[in-house]
């Protein structure tokens, strides 16, 4: 199997491992923000009678930016914009959000059962980088929550807070000659394997350093180049 062919005596375990957690794995379809906040604060009855001797080790949530403009219609028809955003288009009282229930849901989960959170969240607005190797993005989710410098004051534990911000990018592969055709172009991307993607990794306590590691996605693997160590961003 392919397990044996890298892992060679230690498949076995693997296997047991992979098993175990495929069969705890449970895969929620949401169709609105609102729902989404309801079902992670159901979350922790569900698991009180569906797994109840097993722990929440994980909740991943792709994408958080998924219903970003049904959500901002919403609250545009709630009320006046006068009296829901402030002066620079935030909302006044961030309680009418579906973002608030859903952070709070999952600052509860995090609290009383020790879970990772992973969230992704859509690039929208590009903005100039300190660094010439990656393009950061203005927030475009209001109330998200941001990672924070060694001197930056306490915040309320309303939401959770980042430990790890992440941006993901194609690798370049460099600028073709004018002339290159389509076909070309394809297979001078093609060349080396599968397209890489870099990541790009904040972590707080250290904003202004970043650190870098790759993969790429083949018919049959995937591989990984372990993270770099971090520099600074100047």
Known sequence: SRLEAHFGGLAADLYTIISTSLRNLRVFTISSSTQLAANLASLPIYHAEHLPTSEIALIAIDSMSAFYWTDRFMLEKMQPIRHVRGAHGALSDPSLHPLHHVLGALQR???????????????????????????????????FPVLTSPDAAPVDDIYPSLTYHITLQRASTGQLPANTNIEDAWRDQHRNGDERIVGYIRSRGAIDRVGTFSFGIGSHSIVVQGAQGSQPLS
């Not at 989960?109 to 393009?135: E, F, K």
């Open 109 to 143: 989960m995090r609290q009383t059962h020790g879970s990772i959170v992973a969230m992704t969240n859509w690039g929208l607005n590009a903005r100039q980088s300190d660094s010439s190797r990656t393009t950061s993005y203005r927030q475009h989710l209001h109330p």
